[in-house]
């Protein structure tokens, strides 16, 4: 298990995601064409050993988190759409297995949007475990 696994596992499992809107992943050219798109970003946290052996496995901990952009000024209904959608494909208790890594679905929550000069963003952060 290590951190690459679970960002891959996570960012293909996005990726994955029927009728998604474009993706703008982290460090990767992206030119925003559309009203709405996805942006995600991985918020680890400190790992939590299991045992106190030497070599042993950790439960890495976090939140990955999927940000909805939408141009302003063009109303509720498609981001809350897309929460819900988020929502479904990242089920609370979903599990996912990428590379020897079993990530775990904890929580998943919408925030309070952040608005900028030109768009409307509503992050959704999925609590996630992995062993």
Known sequence: MNEADLRNGLD???????DRPPIAFENVDFD????LYLSQSLLPAEDTPVGIEQGGTDILTGIYQIMINIKKDLGRGPYVAEIE?????FPRSGTIIFGGTRIIF??????????????FRVPVSIRYNAI
């Open 85 to 89: 959608r988020i929502k479904a494909h």
């Open 32 to 35: 925003q064409d559309d009203d």
């Open 106 to 119: 904890v929580k998943i929550f919408a925030s309070s949007a952040l608005i900028d000069q030109n768009f």
């Open 12 to 18: 293909t499992h996005l990726n994955a995601m029927p």
